[in-house]
């Protein structure tokens, strides 16, 4: 191999792991995003919800 080889096998390399590093860090991004609360849509504020339902149900079946 020649050293235009090396360099283009290099550059083929370094692209293929900049697009996992960038699907990865969107990735990321996008669920911890699901853990914030912002005003009823993500998943941190449905099981809050969830939680004061299930608390309600139990004060209710612990007064009989």
């Known amino acids: 191999m020649?050293?235009?080889d090396y360099a283009a096998l290099i550059v083929a390399i370094t692209t293929v792991?900049?697009?996992i590093t960038a699907m990865i860090n969107?990735?990321?991004?996008h669920?911890?995003?699901?853990?914030k609360p912002n005003s009823g849509s993500s998943m941190k504020?449905?099981?809050t919800r969830l939680?004061?339902?299930?608390?309600?149900?139990f004060i209710?079946?612990?007064r009989k």
């Open 2 to 4: 020649t050293g235009q």
């Open 17 to 19: 792991l900049g697009g």
């Open 26 to 29: 969107f990735m990321i991004k």
């Open 31 to 35: 669920y911890l995003s699901e853990l």
């Open 45 to 47: 504020d449905q099981m």
């Open 51 to 57: 939680e004061a339902r299930v608390d309600e149900l």
């Open 60 to 62: 209710v079946m612990t």
